[in-house]
């Protein structure tokens, strides 16, 4: 015979009851059981609000200004991704970012209309802060290091796609890197000092693994085929070129104190110049939205 459970006695408390009672808890005393979704939007509508930009006008029945901020968005982000890396860039940045905090504000306007001037300033700078800090800037550092990469050199800004893979790269293309510090020589000494600092390199990559390197006064060859030497490059020596590296000759700022001499100099860029992949960064679009990219 079943036993049927009787109307009198409740179901027994699960294990996880007593978290419901801490939230209860922390709601009474933080002021939380008082605030309540604004009248007539869903919790899919609000949390959906809170993401998209311009949204918020739309729930709110301010469809027009609305489409007007969701419109200009998408203009200011085309604006940061065609330019990036130039000053207009930041400013189409500054500008989405605030659209989106005016979104908010907006937003959790009933829950302000009463607060004191003093509250809802510092309601905007929080939402700033916690938006630019915990959103925006998070999701620019991945696009400019997972993806795009914008190196100023000289006066042109070069975009560099950071997802090409290194086993794309033959002799020829131009490629992005990374340099580590290191010196060379004792300044205290004749011949002094170099001290290259941590940085990007950028450049063609003049040989590959295998390639034979040799170097005269005015000349330098890869595999017998004699170029003209570079700024900076030994007046003697050969060598070969390690499995898994490149030659490059990147294009760097010199600043120069004391009486360094010249072989010095050579050394500390020829130290530079061969390049494992463990520091390849990507390889530069060739155009960029319909514009040349300028590399020297």
């Given at each position: 015979m079943n036993r049927m459970a009787s109307p009198y006695y409740p179901p027994r408390a699960r294990w996880y009851s007593p978290l419901f009672g801490i939230w209860q808890t922390l709601q009474r005393r933080m002021g939380l059981d008082r605030l309540h979704l604004p009248e007539g939007i869903p919790v899919t509508a609000f949390i959906a609000s809170l993401l998209v930009p311009g949204l918020a006008f739309i729930v709110c029945k301010e469809r027009l200004i609305g489409r007007a901020i969701l419109?200009?968005?998408g203009l200011l982000a085309l604006v940061f991704i065609v330019w990036l890396g130039y000053p207009v860039a930041n400013v189409a940045f500054g500008l989405m970012l605030s659209a989106h905090v005016t979104s908010i504000i907006f937003l959790l306007n009933p829950w302000l209309a009463e607060a004191r001037f003093a509250f809802r300033i510092a309601t905007g700078l929080i939402l700033l802060l916690v938006v630019g800090g915990g959103l925006y800037a998070p999701l620019r550092n991945?696009?400019?290091?997972?993806?795009?990469?914008?190196?100023?050199?000289?006066?042109?800004?070069?975009?560099?796609?950071?997802?090409?893979?290194?086993?794309?790269?033959?002799?020829?293309?131009?490629?992005?890197?990374?340099?580590?510090?290191?010196?060379?020589?004792?300044?205290?000494?004749?011949?002094?000092?170099v001290w290259a600092q941590t940085g990007y390199g950028f450049g063609p990559v003049l040989a590959v693994a295998g390639d034979r390197i040799r170097f005269t006064p005015q000349t330098f060859a890869i595999n017998g085929v004699v170029q003209k030497s570079l700024p900076h490059m030994p007046v003697a020596g050969e060598f070969v070129v390690a499995e898994k590296h490149w030659f490059l000759w990147p294009e760097i700022v010199i600043s120069g104190y004391g009486n360094t001499t010249e072989a010095t100099i050579a050394?500390?860029?020829?130290?530079?110049?061969?390049?494992?992949?463990?520091?390849?960064?990507g390889k530069p679009f060739k155009r960029w939205f319909g514009r040349r990219q300028i590399f020297l």
């Open positions: 419109a200009g968005y991945t696009l400019q290091t997972k993806y795009l990469m914008p190196l100023r050199i000289k006066e042109n800004v070069v975009i560099v796609r950071t997802f090409s893979s290194p086993r794309t790269i033959h002799r020829g293309d131009w490629i992005a890197c990374s340099l580590d510090s290191h010196s060379v020589g004792d300044a205290h000494r004749e011949g002094g000092a050394s500390a860029m020829l130290q530079l110049a061969t390049v494992p992949e463990t520091q390849f960064i």
